[in-house]
Nanobody, 117 residues
């Protein structure tokens, strides 16, 4: 099992930026991708972006395309989510997980992102 620690969330004004980090440890060799997901109050968890550990491939949800950038540092087993031009609707708890879908059983605590208008 992979252990994940998300960090970097906070309160930011609309139009601002944040960079989230996801530090992975444990059986990281068993996962080929790392994804970012988010869950807003009263809503289902949703996919944000994913990146492959071993090839230059990433994918973004339409709602964040062009504003968010996912990247990785293999040496540090860390995945980042650079979030620019933040909007109030980006407010959510953000989670990382070694999956491309929300069907995962071992979610961490996540990191809160709050965007004020």
């Amino acid at each position: 099992q992979v252990q994940l620690v998300e960090s970097g969330g906070g309160l930011v004004q609309a139009g601002g930026s944040l960079r989230l980090s996801c530090a992975a440890s444990g059986r990281t060799s068993s996962s080929y991708v790392m994804g970012w997901f988010r869950q807003a109050p009263g809503k289902e968890r949703e996919f944000v972006a994913y990146i492959n550990w071993d090839v230059d491939r990433s994918l973004y949800a339409d709602s964040v395309k062009g504003r968010f950038t996912i990247s990785r540092d293999n040496a540090k087993n860390t995945v980042y989510l650079q979030m620019n031009s933040l909007k109030p609707e980006d407010t959510a708890v953000y989670y990382c997980a070694p999956t491309m879908t929300t069907k995962y059983d071992y979610w961490g605590q996540g990191t809160q992102v709050t965007v004020s208008s």
